[in-house]
């Protein structure tokens, strides 16, 4: 069955340098979550999407945005990168249909490196 | 305080034997999650459940809403089993996960 895809793997930057991180949710799934976690940390809660809306708002610093497609794949997009944005990035799917809960189902997450 | 506590955060368990890992939550919830990861990161949904108890395979989840608490029960442990278990709960407003601690769990053959 397909799971959720996240891209790339792996990433590494540079301070004050920009990335962008991909979701693309399993199909028929219209709602997407992006949690943090830092090393050695419980995952945090970023942002949500349902129906390409934003639906949640959590811990996302005012230098991250993120937007969900009409394909209802995600981007989170950082910017000025800081050496404590380095973490696990994961991104999640459910088929909510704009109700409560609906499992979420993980993709491996984007390990992401500041220098 | 957390919102969501884990106990123990490490167990050492030999091959065979019944482990339990249990959570409590402070919040009022609409659902709670029980996830897998394993070293190098990948997260996987064991269960997600809102009252009772659910069961796959050799893996049992219970949950008790008017006690705030649940519990993720393995049963004849495998070192395949060795990884972080995490309790997550949805709160009643949206539908964000907020995350427990985690339990580190290693089984020894």
């Known amino acids: 069955a397909a799971g959720v895809i996240q891209s790339p793997r792996h990433l590494i930057k540079e301070k004050r340098e920009t990335a962008t991180l991909k979701c693309y949710p399993i199909?028929?799934?219209?709602?997407v979550y992006w949690y943090q976690q830092g090393p050695g940390q419980d995952p945090q809660f970023l942002i949500s999407?349902?129906?390409?809306?934003?639906?949640d708002k959590g811990s996302i610093p005012d230098r991250f945005s993120a937007q969900q497609f009409s394909d209802y794949h995600s981007e989170l997009n950082m910017s000025s990168l800081e050496l404590g944005d380095s973490a696990l990035y994961f991104c999640?799917?459910?088929?909510?249909?704009?109700?409560?809960?609906?499992?979420?189902?993980f993709g491996d997450g984007t390990r992401l490196s500041i220098l | 305080k957390n919102e969501v506590e884990q106990s123990p955060q490490n167990l050492t368990a030999q091959e065979g034997e019944f482990i339990t890992i249990n959570c409590s939550y402070s919040?009022?919830?609409?659902?709670l999650h029980w996830l897998q990861q394993h070293p190098g990161g990948g997260i996987v949904s064991l269960f997600m459940l809102s009252s009772g108890k659910k069961k796959h395979g050799r893996l049992i989840a219970t949950i008790n809403i008017q006690e705030k608490h649940s519990s993720l029960h393995i049963t004849a442990s495998h070192p395949r089993d060795s990884a972080v278990y995490i309790c997550a709960v949805i709160g009643t407003a949206g539908n964000k996960l907020t995350f427990g601690g985690g339990t580190r769990v290693l089984v020894k053959p």
């Open positions: 999640a799917s459910s088929e909510t249909g704009g109700t409560s809960n609906q499992p979420q189902h």
């Open positions: 919040v009022g919830i609409s659902a």
């Open positions: 999407f349902y129906e390409k809306m934003q639906s």
């Open positions: 199909p028929r799934h219209d709602t």
